[in-house]
C-alpha cells in the first residue's frame, strides 16, 4: 500500500492536472469576457491579448500551464509515465509563447522585442506555438490512448485531431487574413475566426487532460483496491 507521502505526491499531482485542465476550459471565456469589460471586444487571436490590458491575464496563465506541465513527471510511474520525457518541451513551448509576443501591437514594449527586435521575437511566438500545439496533439494522439478505455481513447484521438486541425486552420486563418482577398480578409476578421479557432483547441486540451487525470486516478484507485482485497485474503486464508 502507498505511505502517506506517496499519497500526498499522488494529490499533488492529481491537484495540478486538474488546475490545468480547468485553466484551459476557462482561459478562453476570460479573454472574452474581460475584454468586453476592457472595451476591447474579441480580438483577433489570442496572441493579441498581449498587446491588451489583458496581457498579465495570458501570460499568467500561459506561464501557469507552462510550469505545470515542465513538472509533471508522475510519482509513481503509472500509465501516464509514457508522457512524461514530451511533456516538460509542451511546456517549454508555452513559456516561449508568452515570453515572445507576435508582430501585432507595434507600440508594445517587451524585453524579447527591446533584444531581439520585433521580427524575430513574433518568429520566437510561431516557432513556440507550434511546438507547443504539436506536443498537446501528440499527446492527446499518441500517449494519452495507451491503457485507457475505449470511450476516453476516442475522446483523447478526438481532442488531439481538433487541436491538429486547429493549429493548421488557425494558420490559413491568419495567413488570408494578412494576404487574402478583401473579402476573405473580412470574413476572418468580422467573425474573429483565427481566435475562436484558437479557443477549440485550447478548450480541447484542458478537456484531455481532465480526462486523463480521471483516468489515471481511477486506474490507482481499482489499483489499491487489489491490493487491499489480496493482503485481506493472504492474512485471513488459512495456510495449507
Given at each position: 500500500m502507498p505511505n502517506d507521502l506517496t499519497l500526498e505526491l499522488l494529490q499533488?499531482?492529481?491537484?495540478?492536472?486538474?488546475?490545468?485542465?480547468?485553466?484551459?476550459?476557462?482561459?478562453?471565456?476570460?479573454?472574452?469576457?474581460?475584454?468586453?469589460?476592457?472595451?476591447?471586444?474579441?480580438?483577433?487571436?489570442?496572441?493579441?491579448?498581449?498587446?491588451?490590458?489583458l496581457r498579465d491575464l495570458l501570460v499568467g496563465a500561459l506561464f501557469a500551464t507552462?510550469?505545470?506541465?515542465?513538472t509533471q513527471v508522475h510519482p509513481l510511474?503509472?500509465?501516464?509515465?509514457?508522457?512524461?520525457?514530451?511533456?516538460?518541451?509542451?511546456g517549454v513551448a508555452a513559456l516561449g509563447v508568452a515570453l515572445f509576443p507576435n508582430e501585432s501591437g507595434a507600440g508594445t514594449h517587451s524585453l524579447t522585442r527591446t533584444l531581439i527586435g520585433v521580427k524575430p521575437a513574433a518568429m520566437g511566438h510561431y516557432l513556440s506555438a507550434i511546438l507547443f500545439l504539436a506536443g498537446l496533439a501528440y499527446l492527446c494522439l499518441i500517449r494519452f490512448p495507451i491503457g485507457a478505455p475505449a470511450w476516453a481513447s476516442l475522446l483523447f484521438r478526438g481532442c488531439g485531431w481538433l487541436i491538429l486541425?486547429?493549429?493548421v486552420l488557425a494558420t490559413l486563418a491568419s495567413v488570408t487574413k494578412l494576404v487574402g482577398p478583401e473579402a476573405a480578409q473580412q470574413f476572418v476578421l468580422r467573425h474573429n475566426l483565427v481566435f475562436w479557432i484558437e479557443a477549440m483547441g485550447i478548450w480541447a486540451f484542458g478537456l484531455s487532460w481532465l480526462v486523463k487525470d480521471h483516468c489515471d486516478m481511477a486506474t490507482l484507485q481499482t489499483s489499491r483496491a487489489d491490493q487491499s482485497s489480496r493482503h485481506f485474503r493472504s492474512r485471513w486464508e488459512p495456510s495449507q
Open positions: 499533488a499531482h492529481h491537484r495540478c492536472r486538474q488546475t490545468l485542465g480547468y485553466l484551459g476550459l476557462a482561459l478562453p471565456m476570460l479573454l472574452v469576457f474581460g475584454g468586453i469589460m476592457s472595451d476591447v471586444g474579441v480580438l483577433p487571436s489570442v496572441s493579441d491579448y498581449y498587446h491588451s490590458a507552462g510550469i505545470v506541465l515542465c510511474r503509472l500509465a501516464s509515465s509514457a508522457d512524461s520525457a514530451l511533456v516538460p518541451v509542451a486541425c486547429g493549429g
